[in-house]
């Protein structure tokens, strides 16, 4: 994939150590406009989440993706939450402002449980917006270590962009709900948007399933998916 290579950002190390977090970038051909941190809650990279990254990049941000599970051994599935999370975070928004880039124009996405972790970001670091795709623990916490999502909504920091889909067993519509009504007296910008069935899953690239055409719902639903999370990061990243 043109313009993506391997980095580590250097961690933040209180007794003067070093230690650091493996990144995969993407960065555009041409100038650059900000950047986007995008979470992820599995050690491999899919093909279609790489592909977003791609398409992030030629819309002229550098893309970057911190190894969240850099720390565990292969055979431990952790989660993205607590004080690694935000100290790998830390450790790439310190890389991004290392290459000129301004907070301000330094999005945050996140996908699942990711997803959860990147609105949680947006309540307390510089972050410039947040966009959450089928974000879990609404109601009630995925971790010790992570905020129920209508507990967070009032400290919101930044702008942010929710997709759900009405289908998923994860994130009842009632939930989705209630969130929309919290993230709504939030001092910042928030959108909530709920797709029937479960078409909300931007990071899977649009396709139109075999025998239907070009106006088909289903693919009709990712790409204005897709489309929301490029227009809130072009209108609330400057």
């Keep these: 994939m043109s313009g993506m290579f391997r980095d580590a950002a250097n961690l933040r190390v209180a007794d003067g ?11 555009p051909d041409g100038p650059t ?10 050690r491999q990279f899919s ?3 790489l592909e977003l990254m791609a398409a992030l990049a030629v819309d002229g941000w550098l893309t970057v993706a911190p190894h969240l599970f850099h720390r565990e051994p ?23 402002t290392g290459r000129d880039v301004p907070a301000d124009t330094i999005g945050v996405l996140g996908f699942d449980a990711a997803g959860t972790a990147a609105m ?4 307390s670091r510089p972050v410039g917006a947040a966009v959450s795709v089928a974000a879990r623990g609404i109601v009630e916490a995925l971790s010790v270590d992570a905020q129920a999502l209508l507990d967070a909504a009032v400290s919101l920091q930044a702008p942010w962009l929710a997709l759900y889909g009405e289908d998923d067993p994860d994130t009842p519509p009632e939930h989705v709900n209630r969130l929309r009504e919290a993230t709504a007296k939030a001092d910042v910008a928030t ?3 709920s797709y ?17 055409d070009d106006d088909d719902p289903c693919a009709a639903a990712i790409i204005d998916a897709r489309t929301r999370i490029f227009d809130w990061f072009d209108g609330n990243l400057r």
């Design 120 to 123: 949680l970001v947006a309540t």
């Design 17 to 27: 150590g070093v230690a650091t977090v493996p990144l995969t970038v993407v960065e």
């Design 196 to 212: 029937a069935g479960l078409q909300h899953r931007a990071d899977e690239p649009p396709q139109v399933p075999e025998g239907r």
């Design 47 to 49: 093909k279609a989440l």
């Design 74 to 96: 292969e055979v431990i599935q952790g989660d993205v939450f607590g004080d690694n999370l935000f100290a790998d975070v830390d450790a790439t928004l310190d890389w991004l």
């Design 191 to 193: 959108l909530v948007v």
């Design 33 to 42: 406009r900000g950047a986007i941190v995008v979470l992820h809650e599995a």
